[in-house]
């Protein structure tokens, strides 16, 4: 991602919803600043017997709301920025879906698909020993993002627990359900960009039912929310991974598909009459709704001008950079932005912590549930508060939150000492 500083994007978004708030510099600056940085280098020894030393990052934005919450990402192009930013949208995240969070992000600068399964589990347990002194269920709670999963997050469960000498569930989420992990949370991501986007076409007199639907990105958000989305009569007509994307405008046959992305393989092998497109190419077809779930800074000023869908969805963090979102606003282009669009997936988080710290679990009904409340409610204010200022949504979000987060700082009696 080089020239592109994603947290040159979080500052550009706090200094405007501040400055519609009327804050003066001094009421908002600190959150301007992620509280803590840690960095640290993980040695694994690998299969072959040499030594690899990987560079990893936990840094907690704000615990103004709450402990610091975050998932932790395995990606190649993994730096310090990148996670800075990630921190920053978890702690705008929680607080503008009224959960008792601040925000934080971890990532290790690796390709988890080139290691073997020895090698990821001991680069985790090394890191979960590194990262130790700043994490714990009050503290700050690590959870599942790009490159990493359930089983992953089994490991930290563990590896913590081992150290502290007591089994601690709480100190991680999106577990295995046979470790507490919540029913639901799996799905928990795309299920929120599912409501987010059936709420939005709601509002413009749209319907989800026969809409025409591109996702970028076949990970844990993008494969769950096509499938949701065609469940609830979407029309999955584009979706792409790494190694390109396909696209039939009739509509893709998303199960056949499902199967093959869930067997980790990529669509470049997938065999279809659909036509083969690029990445570029799929954010920029005709459709009612574009997904994109894959990373930052995919709908950038280069692009902008290109994009024809109707609507955007952000089911990753940071897909739009604030050039890009500010010239789709003037043309009238609805963009959910991530703290709201993505926000299920840290919900159902919340809720997974809380059935830990009671030791008590919900059926996953019980949950859906939840989670429709939740994100319905976030979507109405955000909505509300877009037409009353007169804002995008992005905007509308941002103000929410950060009135949120700066009023939790003025009522804990300001900086502290
Ligand atoms: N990685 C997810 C996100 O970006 C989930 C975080 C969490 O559940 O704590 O929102």
């Known amino acids: 991602m080089s020239g592109y500083n994603p947290y040159d994007n979080v500052l550009a978004v706090i200094d405007n919803a501040a400055k519609l708030l009327g804050y003066t510099q001094q009421e908002y600056e600190q959150i301007k600043f992620p509280?803590?940085?840690?960095?640290?280098?993980?040695?694994?020894?690998?299969?072959?017997?040499?030594?690899?030393?990987?560079?990893?990052?936990?840094?907690?934005?704000?615990?103004?709301?709450?402990?610091?919450?975050?998932?932790?990402?395995?990606?190649?192009?993994?730096?310090?920025?990148?996670?800075?930013?990630?921190?920053?949208?978890?702690?705008?995240?929680?607080?503008?879906?009224?959960?008792?969070?601040?925000?934080?992000?971890?990532?290790?600068?690796?390709?988890?698909?080139?290691?073997?399964?020895?090698?990821?589990?001991?680069?985790?347990?090394?890191?979960?020993?590194?990262?130790?002194?700043?994490?714990?269920?009050?503290?700050?709670?690590?959870?599942?993002?790009?490159?990493?999963?359930?089983?992953?997050?089994?490991?930290?469960?563990?590896?913590?627990?081992?150290?502290?000498?007591?089994?601690?569930?709480?100190?991680?989420?999106?577990?295995?359900?046979?470790?507490?992990?919540?029913l639901g949370r799996g799905d928990a991501t795309g299920r929120g960009v599912t409501i987010t986007t059936q709420n939005l076409l709601g509002k413009l007199g749209m319907k989800l039912e026969g809409a025409s639907v591109a996702v970028q990105g076949m990970g844990n958000v993008g494969s769950v929310s096509a499938r949701l989305i065609s469940e609830a009569g979407g029309k999955i007509v584009a979706v792409s991974d790494v190694s390109g994307g396909i696209y039939d405008p009739e509509g893709l046959n998303f199960k056949e598909i499902l199967a093959h992305v869930s067997a980790r393989k990529l669509l470049d092998s997938y065999e279809t009459k659909a036509k083969r497109i690029g990445n570029q190419?799929?954010?920029?077809?005709?459709?009612?709704?574009?997904?994109?779930?894959?990373?930052?800074?995919?709908?950038?000023?280069?692009?902008?001008?290109?994009?024809?869908?109707?609507?955007?969805?952000?089911?990753?963090?940071?897909?739009?950079?604030?050039?890009?979102?500010e010239a789709l606003n003037k043309r009238g282009v609805h963009v959910a932005p991530d703290i709201l669009a993505n926000a299920g997936g840290?919900?159902?988080?919340?809720?997974?912590?809380?059935?830990?710290?009671?030791?008590?679990?919900?059926?996953?009904?019980?949950?859906?549930?939840?989670?429709?409340?939740?994100?319905?409610n976030a979507f109405k204010s955000v909505w509300e508060t877009a037409e009353e200022r007169k804002v995008s949504l992005r905007t509308a979000a941002y103000v929410i939150a950060v009135k949120k987060v700066v009023e939790a700082l003025s009522l804990r009696g300001g900086i502290w000492p």
């Open 35 to 182: 509280e803590r940085e840690m960095k640290v280098s993980v040695p694994v020894r690998m299969d072959d017997g040499s030594v690899k030393v990987f560079e990893g990052f936990r840094i907690q934005h704000s615990t103004l709301r709450g402990p610091a919450k975050g998932g932790i990402r395995f990606h190649p192009d993994v730096d310090v920025n990148e996670v800075k930013a990630l921190a920053a949208w978890m702690t705008f995240k929680c607080a503008v879906i009224g959960i008792p969070y601040g925000g934080a992000k971890g990532g290790i600068a690796v390709d988890p698909y080139k290691l073997s399964k020895t090698e990821l589990k001991n680069l985790t347990r090394r890191y979960t020993f590194m990262i130790a002194p700043v994490i714990g269920p009050e503290t700050d709670i690590p959870a599942p993002d790009v490159g990493s999963n359930a089983e992953v997050m089994g490991w930290i469960m563990d590896s913590y627990s081992m150290l502290m000498g007591y089994s601690a569930p709480g100190v991680v989420t999106g577990k295995p359900i046979g470790l507490g992990g919540s």
């Open 346 to 376: 840290v919900a159902v988080s919340y809720f997974e912590w809380v059935q830990n710290l009671q030791s008590f679990y919900w059926s996953e009904e019980e949950v859906n549930s939840k989670l429709q409340v939740l994100m319905d």
């Open 281 to 325: 190419e799929l954010l920029c077809l005709p459709v009612d709704v574009l997904i994109p779930a894959a990373l930052e800074n995919q709908i950038n000023i280069d692009n902008v001008d290109k994009i024809r869908a109707k609507v955007i969805v952000e089911g990753a963090n940071g897909p739009t950079t604030v050039e890009a979102g």
